[in-house]
């Protein structure tokens, strides 16, 4: 058996059976191989491992898919990082701006900068509605806009928060769940970025920004020198070393358990067609609602919780552009509704090697979308003259100059943090787990769960842990649980990101 391709009906058997070859699913199959496991991964990709922290080639260009900083307070993922890629990190400077109403503002906020663009009329009232919303709380915190209301008033809510926001959900932010808002922006305190903006524009703060301070004051940070997928496809390869299996171009089709010996068939459609993998254990990373649906027979969540949970999807359209280079940043968010598009990254920043071309510069548009909306069933042609137009709009290029486009599009790309989606899944994850003790839900879709990359592997790293032992020693749903974001700390400096919880007795005794 290849790698690729499988006889037609021919069963494999496993030790474990994956599905997805993202960031959470190679991290289980890449511990499984070392641990000696029998592992097969199935990925729908033809060509590509590691999901949205994939790198997509088009002619020597390199797009990152959303932008990937390499950093987390676990050491386990930092440890991990370094054993799977451990000569081809650089070190990369962060620097990213807002784009609102013609104006560019450095990111973190520098105060001075912030005040002159804002002028002080509408800064006096920001400052006025933040004292506001400080002294006058809402008690009833249940959507998005309420709790970024309470945190930094609403006129600044407005200014920073609510456009981008609703062009990345495609949805009102008064019908968002605040537990979004609570996991992404947590860490950031408006009295802290001010007042880091204030000390950093009158030169007294000279220090290194190394992490200790709040996600969005993050300076700098590690990165593949290709990109990320480098990280997944140095995985990828260690794994099939090991004498496993990734398997391309494979989608997941049923899954079925023998209820005499427990055992898992999952089938899989192929360039060859069907194949039937024999497993003890399943570890999915598939989106839950498509999971719940393929299991046979049906659960009851399949027909009531499933169908309920929601995805936003997004593309990135790349613009060849005859420059050396067009700005500085890793990224530039675009706050104003002029524009389509959410945020424009610029590649040859995060590394160099992304940009084979020294007399061009190569960037990225986001669109966030539905899959099969308007923008989603767009021509890759009207596409990139869309990403040109709007580029133009922006002034960050002449239309003349741009020499050549790409479009990438990445389906479920982040779960829907709407009122009813907590419920949805917890009644999923009540059911599966109670029916099927051997089907492990991983990763970001596989756990409808805004998770950070880092957060994705430690999600993968425990459930090994929980199937080395043949027991659950760890819950994985407490990985980020408490809705601390990721870069909040110095990197490595925990032996597991603060939320896991474990039973210690229990760990020490199957260490």
Known sequence: MTDTHVSKNSPTSADVAIIGAGPAGLTAAYLLTKQGYRVTVIEKDPAYVG???RTVEHEGFRFDIGGHRFFSKSREVVDLWNEILPDDFIERPRMSRIYYEGKFYSYPLRAFEALWNLGIFRSTLCMVSYAQAKLFPNREVRSFEDWTINQF???LYSIFFKTYTEKVWGMPCDEMSADWAAQRIKGLSLGAAVLDGLKRSLGLNKTPNDGMATKTLLETFRYPRLGPGMMWEAARDKVRTGGNHVLMAHSFKQLTQDQKTGRWRMTATGPDGDIVIDAAHVISSAPMRELAARIHPLPACALTAAPNLKYRDFLT???KIRSDDLFPDNWIYIHDSKVQVG?????RSWSPEMVPD???ACVG???????GDGLWASSDEDLVELATREMAILGLCDPADVVGGAVVRQEKAYPVYDDDYAAHVETMRGELEARYPTL???GRNGMHRYNNQDHAMMTAMLTVRNIVAGENLYDIWGVNEDAEYHEAGTEGEQAALASVRDVPARVAKAA
């Not at 945020?343 to 590649?347: G, K, S």
């Not at 548009?365 to 899959?371: A, G, I, R, V």
């Open 51 to 53: 999901g949205i922290s």
């Open 365 to 371: 548009l986001e669109y966030f979308c539905f899959e």
């Open 358 to 360: 020294p007399e061009l």
């Open 317 to 319: 359209v790349a613009l």
């Open 440 to 442: 492990h839900m991983i």
């Open 343 to 347: 945020r424009v990254q610029n590649f």
């Open 153 to 155: 008033g609403r006129k």
